[in-house]
Nanobody, 126 residues
């Protein structure tokens, strides 16, 4: 069974760092586009960062220079390193994957993405 499982969320003070991980199993994801999305209370889900099969990346303007998406194909794991966290980064973070390998016109893989994790909560205190 194909699965995406996020971990690494938690509570942190503003200015702190967290690293989210997304372990995937059940298929070889090296050819997939994968991304991180987030949804804050009362807001719509938004794209945070994505990486395609060639390693090309895209970031939301709000996280550029602070967040880094990466993947380790040998470990079947997607990462999101989050530095200089701000209270407005507080949200449930989800990883997602799609077999269509490119970033798509929107920059967060082709929509709708096929596979989603259950999410991991990030809370940033001021």
């Amino acid at each position: 069974q194909v699965q995406l499982v996020e971990s690494g969320g938690g509570s942190v003070q503003a200015g702190g760092s967290l690293r989210l991980s997304c372990a995937h199993s059940g298929y070889t994801y090296s050819s997939y586009c994968m991304g991180w999305f987030r949804q804050a209370p009362g807001k719509e889900r938004e794209g945070v960062a994505a990486i395609d099969s060639n390693g090309s990346t895209n970031y939301a303007d709000s996280v550029k220079g602070r967040f880094t998406i990466s993947k380790d194909n040998a470990k079947n794991t997607l990462y999101l390193q989050m530095n200089s966290l701000k209270p407005e980064d507080t949200a449930m973070y989800y990883c997602a994957a799609d077999h269509r390998s490119g970033l798509g016109s929107g920059g967060y893989c082709y929509r709708p993405l096929e596979l989603w994790g259950q999410g991991t909560l990030v809370t940033v205190h001021s």
